[in-house]
């Protein structure tokens, strides 16, 4: 297998563990909190910086200044007239194409699908579920108060799609936008992996 796998993902759907398991699968790198702090260290920004962009984001970025600029060392770099979040994107946006140059892995979410859109050796996955399956998952796996469970499920959602929706300039839940789809409750997870190996090969 020679291709990178990006995977987006409902909250609460499986998608991270589907990545993990994929990954361990095809002995390649797994990226995922992984990319914030590699893109850190690399850029000179503050991880909680990274990790408060996807809260912020609101409108279109233009598909040039996402594609093949790097900002190290200048963070102006020609381009101060940027907000510090479409910095942050610009720097993690490098971060993939460096990982993704380096050879197959599977990196979840980040707008991984969209950076790499240009290139031939690149699978997008979407993970996606019902709300009964993705409260029961949120309860159980990530240990979310039931009375708050389906709240934080719509918030996340709501913030991954913002997040997309701002960098990409397209929606985030648009079908279209993947080569392969997952319903992860019609399934479960390790039939999901399964159909994902079988889609992509060995």
């Not at 709300?131 to 009375?147: G, P």
Request: overall charge neutral; aromatic content about 10%; glycine content about 8%.
């Amino acid at each position: 297998m020679n291709k990178v796998i990006t995977i987006g993902r409902q909250y609460g759907s499986g998608g991270r563990e589907i990545g993990q398991k994929l990954a361990k699968y095809y002995d390649i790198p797994f990226y995922d909190n992984e990319l914030i702090t590699r893109a850190a260290k690399e850029s000179g920004f503050a991880e909680e910086t990274f990790e408060k962009a996807e809260d912020k984001a609101t409108n279109s970025l233009l598909y040039s200044l996402a594609m093949g600029i790097n900002v190290y060392g200048n963070q102006d770099f020609g381009f101060s007239g940027l907000s510090l979040d479409d910095r942050i994107f610009l720097a993690q946006s490098d971060v993939i194409r460096k990982v993704a140059d380096e050879g197959p892995c599977v990196i979840v979410g980040r707008c991984a699908d969209y950076v790499l859109k240009e290139r031939e050796n690149v699978v997008n996955l979407f993970v996606r579920a019902s709300m009964s399956y993705r409260l029961q998952r949120a309860i159980v796996n990530y240990q979310v108060d039931e009375k708050k469970a389906a709240d934080i499920i719509m918030k996340n959602d709501k913030r991954r799609r913002n997040y997309y929706n701002y960098h990409v300039g397209e929606k985030w839940a648009d079908l279209n936008n993947y080569d392969l789809v997952i319903r992860s409750d019609m399934c479960g997870i390790d039939n999901a992996v399964k159909c994902i190996i079988t889609y992509i090969g060995e």
